[in-house]
């Protein structure tokens, strides 16, 4: 693992994703150009029908226009500050979600990667955290695989395995008697049963 990755560098860029960003700063200004019409709308129809009924459609705007000049003015400038705030914002989540895709592209691709750490500003901190934890188990779960011998390796690959359960077939002697050409002396071998040793009980006493 290395001291700093590239993940670790602190982020200078305000547009991590523009997916994400962009969709979340374009909704916003939608949503205030649609406030900005319905309330012009709304200012329009008081007028025309409380205000000055006399007046066509037409004078009424020009009048909804020339009373609330300075309103028109401060929601117009309004829209582009309230997006750069959204977008700073987005930032806070955006920013470490982009720098945990980047760790887990880093390590996918067999390279060290550094403790992951969020600014102190971000969101989920948690997930940081949690990230962490899970890369310490996985190297801690690494080095106690490497420094466990396996119990079943065997001494000697080589050696024949013999099984106990069954019994050992030995073959008779020629000579002494027997006519090897017989075929129930050449044909029959004699068959020794393997004995195995009784377990043997103690009570608590230490009486057998």
């Known amino acids: 693992m290395i001291a700093m990755s590239q993940n670790q560098k602190k982020r200078t860029r305000t547009l991590v994703d523009l997916q994400v960003q962009l969709g979340l700063v374009r909704h916003l200004v939608v949503h205030w150009i649609v406030f900005f019409l319905v309330n012009t709308c709304a200012l329009v129809i008081w007028i025309r029908l409380f205000q000055r009924p006399d007046l ?5 705007i020009a009048e909804t226009g020339r009373q609330f000049f300075p309103f028109f003015v401060v929601t117009a400038a309004l829209i582009p500050v309230f997006a750069w705030d959204s977008l700073k914002l987005s930032h806070r989540f955006a920013g470490p979600i982009s720098r945990l895709r980047r760790t887990l592209l880093d390590i996918k691709a067999g390279r060290a990667v550094a403790p992951l750490k969020f600014r102190e500003t971000d969101f989920w901190q948690e997930i940081a955290s949690d990230f962490n934890d899970v890369m310490e188990l996985d190297a801690a779960s690494q080095q ?9 390796v065997d001494t000697e690959p080589n050696s024949p395995s013999v099984d106990d359960s069954q019994p050992i077939a030995a073959e008779t002697p020629k000579g002494d008697g027997v006519d090897s ?8 071998p004699v068959v020794i049963p393997r004995l195995t040793t009784p377990s043997v009980t103690t009570n608590e006493a230490g009486h057998v």
């Open 181 to 188: 050409a017989s075929p129930s002396a050449s044909q029959s």
């Open 56 to 60: 066509t459609w037409g004078e009424s």
């Open 144 to 152: 106690s695989d490497r420094e466990t011998v396996p119990a079943w």
